[in-house]
């Protein structure tokens, strides 16, 4: 009997990137599994396979790099409906960590590799980050099936520095490494909340298969606004040559601030640190606290509030409209 469902009938698994993006952005994630708009291949994403195979090969040291590199994971979850019918209906879930570890040990690790100019990946930003939650749960589940059984799941991003050669991006040398811990309990948990998520996005489906298909927004609003945005970005390119030309001679002559009639340029400096992990700090409570297990309470804390809004209803929900234009088709 065909249910007609998203999940599996249209698609028969859910992956780490998909369940980020429904959580992450409904539209969005509407958009490419729903309409099949696919993203073009980026320089980035080209570099970063580029990288991958780099490592795979042994071309590339890493600070993480365990027994499997690449390998898919399939794991099967299972919707319990009322409907007997449709009960215990099964979704793969599946995922292709970059490297992870399949190990007879209390704790079994796994590592995301990234790419870029710069590191912008922070303590708060892994630990509320759901492809990576999503990776840790399928790890899990593997060394599950092959009969090990991990107490834990530590997860690594590795940040490896890219720079433009002038024909492509390649590695500079700089990595930085970030980790997270994750608890089976925690793990399992996460599992009941992927389940539901697969039914909020059959719903969404449903809902999306029967909604009209006419086109009911004025094509004239629509053309102006079309016009209007594409115009936009041509302002904003055209200014952004300018203001590279005038950095650069601002730069040469030493100057800091250029003022005119019309408006001003300045330089802003921004400056890293590196703080040690024993800073120590006081609470308004009057705790003393160093900087690590300060930090270690913020991830934990970005953690927590994640699973309550993944178990939760939000107390308002505000809408707001966005424009996307046509996205060029390859010749």
Excluded: C
Excluded at 62 to 80: C, D, G, K, Q, S
Excluded at 265 to 291: C, H
């Amino acid at each position: 009997m065909k249910n007609n469902m998203f999940y599996p009938d249209i698609k028969p698994h859910l992956s780490p990137s998909a369940f980020a993006q429904w959580h992450r952005q409904k539209t969005s994630f509407i958009r490419s599994y729903f309409l099949n708009e696919r993203t073009p291949e980026t320089s980035a994403m080209k570099a970063g396979t580029r990288i991958h195979a780099l490592i795979e090969a042994g071309f590339l040291k890493v600070e993480n790099r365990f027994t499997n590199f690449e390998e898919t994971i399939t794991a099967p979850v299972y919707l319990n409906f009322d409907d007997p019918v449709k009960k215990n209906i099964q979704v793969n879930l599946l995922g292709i960590p970059d490297s992870h570890e399949i190990a007879d040990t209390p704790e079994v690790r796994f590592v995301d590799y990234k790419t870029g100019k710069e590191n912008r990946w922070t303590p708060k930003q892994l630990a509320q980050d759901l492809k990576m939650r999503f990776t840790a749960l399928l790890v899990l589940l593997e060394n599950r099936r092959r009969g090990n059984d991990p107490q834990s799941v530590r997860g690594y991003i590795e940040w490896i520095g890219t720079e433009w050669n002038g024909k492509e991006l390649v590695p500079t040398g700089e990595t930085e490494v970030l980790e997270i811990y994750y608890s089976k309990e925690e793990l399992d948990a996460f599992s009941l909340i992927i389940i539901s998520t697969i039914e909020e996005i059959n719903q969404e489906y449903e809902n999306f298969s029967s909604a009209p298909k006419e086109n009911l927004v004025s094509e004239e609003d629509i053309a102006e606004y079309a016009e209007l945005e594409a115009k936009k970005k041509e302002i904003e390119l055209k200014q952004s040559v300018i203001k590279e030309r005038v950095f650069e001679v601002m730069k040469f002559s030493g100057q800091q601030n250029v003022k005119h009639d019309l408006g001003s340029f300045s330089i802003a400096t921004s400056k890293k640190y590196q703080y040690p992990d024993d800073l120590e700090f006081q609470t308004e409570s009057g705790n003393i606290m160093t900087l690590a297990l300060g930090e270690e309470i913020l991830v934990g804390l970005s953690s927590a509030k994640k699973n309550y809004e993944l178990n939760h209803e939000p107390v308002s929900v505000t809408h707001s409209i966005k424009f996307n234009a046509p996205r060029a088709k390859k010749k």
